[in-house]
């Protein structure tokens, strides 16, 4: 599906250079994970950052199918600033106890966001 690799390469683009990202079976149209090592304890080499689970609704997804080639450009254009915005905000430090999992963020992508 070129939306779901579209939408990957903009994820990769934004996010840290060493970010792990994992698509994730749910019940979005397309279920993202994304998070890398903070090295900010020195007890914990290797804690994770919160994690960014981005979700694309099933209504996105067919919206832009059906978009007219310029449509799909604007649609990227203002999921590629929602991305950057939200990691702009985004503190991905967090006090969990070693042994939970980290805290997650959920951020969507849905019809209001690709149709503008």
């Given at each position: 599906m070129a939306f779901e690799e579209d939408i990957l390469n903009a994820i990769k683009a934004v996010m840290p250079i060493d970010a792990t990202i994992q698509v994730v079976p749910g019940v979005?149209?397309?279920?993202v994970g994304v998070s890398?090592?903070?090295n900010d304890d020195?007890?914990?080499p290797n804690k994770m950052s919160k994690t960014i689970a981005i979700t694309v609704s099933h209504e996105a997804a067919a919206d832009f199918a059906n978009a007219s080639a310029a449509d799909k450009t604007k649609a990227f254009n203002r999921i590629n600033l929602f991305l950057k915005q939200n990691l702009a905000q985004f503190d991905p430090s967090h006090n969990a106890p070693k042994y939970d999992p980290p805290p997650t963020e959920k951020w969507i992508i849905n019809t209001a966001l690709v149709n503008g």
């Open positions: 979005g149209c397309l279920n890398w090592k903070l020195p007890e914990r």
